[in-house]
Every structure is written in structure tokens, then in C-alpha cells.
């Protein structure tokens, strides 16, 4: 039944990165925790024993819900199947909701003003349009590293992000900032091998999110933003930062939340823009309106 349920969700389009955790999971309730009970046995009991057991590993509270949130998609899923009929609960959603996900403080260096000095701090050609890319679109550092040499539309004004979050593809405005500092790295992009990547080490590979991450980590500390060795949430900045950077600036121009969603490649809103749709001539004239320099 498990094997089904991972089967079936692949087959829908669900991401591996969203399967796998539900593999994990349920291997280690079924497999591990309690071999010999099957999924219509299962109680609320063997659900809070389980995390008593996650407990036990020092796991955060919102790890736990992670947990929980697989087991209980696996219980929704079998649930909606008249083939299980002998499946009439979902335990996992009952001990899930007395487990309140916990807010993280959001960091202090989450400004615009520090984003931009960051990327101006940057003397990398690569590293310099790696951060100017991600503090104007807000995409993740996964999806600017998938980014291709004729992904860029510079005449349209608009990049092409082909790996988003849930395998969606989208195209997001880019302003005119962002389009040159992408043309003068290619100048010094490396040309030997075969990749259509556009960003590349000097291998001629394509960079890791690693490599982008010890940058900006960097860049941070001779900027001045945060210190050397800081590793708390709320005072470190990191590739992941000029995401939540771009919201708070879009946010306080005044962006429509649709568009910020579109933009941003936000998966929680794919339901949602089936029936809001958002046109790329739209978003951009909106984006444009609102989006500010970084000043390199």
C-alpha cells in the first residue's frame, strides 16, 4: 500500500524532493517503529509514540510536523480510495494539530539595503550576477543554477526559470539591471567544455549551491552585515535571504500578491493562479513599477 501511494503521487507529477521525505517517513513507521502493524491499525496511540521516538532524537518541533505531515498525506490518500475502506481515520492529522508550528524569527539583515551591499561587496564576475539575480527575482539559488545561456529574453525582458518548486517552468520579468549584469559576465564566462549552463565554475562545470553559499557568506562579513562565524537564524545571511529580501521590498511597494506569488514561484498558489491568472505583461509592468536598483 505504501509502495502504491509513493508510486501514484510520482505519477501525478509530485517532486522527488517532495516523495522522498514521504519514503523516509513511512519506511521508518511501518518498517522500523512498528514492523508488524498494517496501515488500518494504525492509532492515535502508535502516532504519539512515534514522536515521543522523534523527541527522543532532538528533532525541532517543526521537524516533527514533517514527519507528521507525511504520515498524514498517506492517511488522506487512502482515505479518498473506496479500495480501503477499512481506513476511516487519519490519526496523524489528529496528533498533528497539537503540534503548532513554530515561527521562526525572521532575520535582522533582511533589507534590501543589505542585499544590495552584499552583491556590491562581491568582486566574482559569477558570484556578483548570481546574487543580483537572486535579489531581482527572488527565485531560489537551485533555480538560478539551472538557469541556460538562451534562457535569457533580453529584447522581451524576461528569464526563463526552468526548475521551480513542484516542476513547474515559469518566465519572470527581469529589469534592465539584472539583464546587463548577466551580458558582462558572459564576457567572462567560461567557454571551454560543452555545458549550456550559464553559470559555471572555472572547470567549465556547473557551480554548486555550496559554492553560492560560501559567497554570499563572504560577501556578508566584509560588508559588514553579519559576523564571522555566525550561525543564528535570525543574524546570518544567506543565498536563501534575497528571497525573503525581494518579498518584503515587493510587499511594501505595494505588489499585488498574485503577481509576488508569480514571480516568486511561490507552490502553494499553483491551485490558486488556475483561476487568477497572472500575464507575463502584467507582472512585468507591475515588477518594473516597484523593483529597485542594487547599484553595481
Not at 80 to 94: H, L, Q, S, W
Not at 107 to 113: G, I, K, L, N, R
Not at 219 to 244: I, L, N, S
Amino acid at each position: 500500500m505504501v509502495n502504491e501511494f509513493i508510486r501514484k503521487m510520482q505519477s501525478t507529477g509530485c517532486s522527488h524532493r517532495t516523495l522522498n521525505p514521504y519514503s523516509r517517513t513511512l519506511k521508518k513507521f511501518f518498517h522500523e517503529q512498528f514492523p508488524d502493524l498494517t496501515p488500518s491499525e494504525v492509532t492515535v496511540w502508535h502516532v504519539e509514540d512515534y514522536v515521543v521516538t522523534l523527541d527522543q532524537r532532538g528533532l525541532s518541533q517543526n521537524t516533527k510536523r514533517r514527519y507528521l505531515e507525511s504520515l498524514s498525506a498517506f492517511h488522506d490518500w487512502t482515505m479518498k480510495r473506496p479500495r480501503f475502506e477499512d481506513i476511516t481515520g487519519n490519526p496523524a492529522a489528529v496528533v498533528l494539530e497539537d503540534i503548532p508550528k513554530k515561527i521562526r524569527e525572521r532575520p535582522d539583515c533582511t533589507t534590501w539595503e543589505n542585499g544590495a551591499k552584499i552583491s556590491r561587496t562581491m568582486t566574482d564576475p559569477r558570484n556578483k550576477t548570481v546574487a543580483v539575480s537572486l535579489a531581482n527575482t527572488g527565485c531560489r539559488v537551485s533555480e538560478a543554477l539551472e538557469v541556460k545561456m538562451d534562457d535569457l529574453m533580453r529584447d522581451e525582458g524576461f528569464i526563463r526559470l526552468r526548475k521551480r518548486k513542484g516542476g513547474k517552468q515559469t518566465v519572470v520579468p527581469i529589469d534592465e539591471e539584472t539583464v546587463q549584469a548577466i551580458e558582462r559576465f558572459k564576457f567572462t564566462r567560461p567557454t571551454h567544455g560543452d555545458s549550456d549552463y550559464l553559470f559555471l565554475s572555472i572547470r567549465g562545470n556547473r557551480v554548486s549551491k555550496t559554492q553560492v553559499q560560501r559567497a554570499v557568506k563572504k560577501a556578508a562579513v566584509q560588508a559588514e552585515v553579519m559576523k564571522r562565524g555566525e550561525d543564528r537564524f535570525h543574524k546570518k545571511f544567506t543565498p536563501h535571504t534575497y528571497r525573503t529580501v525581494f518579498r518584503i521590498l515587493m510587499r511594501n511597494q505595494g505588489m499585488n500578491q498574485h503577481t509576488l506569488r508569480y514571480v516568486r514561484g511561490d507552490a502553494a498558489s499553483e491551485t490558486m493562479d488556475i483561476y487568477t491568472r497572472v500575464g507575463r505583461e502584467e507582472a512585468q509592468e507591475e515588477y518594473l513599477a516597484r523593483i529597485e536598483l542594487v547599484g553595481i
